[in-house]
Nanobody, 127 residues
Framework: QVQVVESGGGLVQAGGSLRLSCAVS????????MGWFRQAPGKEREFVAA????????YYADSVKGRFTISRDNAKNTVYLQMNSLKPEDTAIYYC????????????????????WGQGTQVTVSS
């Protein structure tokens, strides 16, 4: 089993920055990739970014491209999401998820393709 714990959420003004962290423990060797998703009230969970543990490739939703950066520290089993130029529409609960199957572009957006999820961290951007 893999445990996923997010941290770093909070309240920030529009234009500000936050960095989310996602610590992975347990059977980490079984995971190949990590993803960040978010869910705003009344909306479906949506893909934000993803990266592989063993490859430098990163993937982003169009809505965050150029503003958010996903990175990882393999030694610490931790993934980060640096969020800059935040907008009120970025307000959501942000979830980190671990994936066993390799990242395939066609499936990176689907929450059901990720296996273990954290409890989420709230990000609120005020206008």
């Amino acid at each position: 089993q893999v445990q996923v714990v997010e941290s770093g959420g909070g309240l920030v003004q529009a234009g500000g920055s936050l960095r989310l962290s996602c610590a992975v423990s347990g059977r980490t060797f079984s995971t190949t990739a990590m993803g960040w998703f978010r869910q705003a009230p009344g909306k479906e969970r949506e893909f934000v970014a993803a990266t592989s543990w063993g490859r430098p490739s990163t993937y982003y939703a169009d809505s965050v491209k150029g503003r958010f950066t996903i990175s990882r520290d393999n030694a610490k089993n931790t993934v980060y999401l640096q969020m800059n130029s935040l907008k009120p529409e970025d307000t959501a609960i942000y979830y980190c998820a671990a994936r066993v199957s390799p990242l395939i572009i066609a499936t990176i957006h689907y929450p059901h393709r990720y296996d273990d999820w954290g409890q989420g961290t709230q990000v609120t951007v005020s206008s």
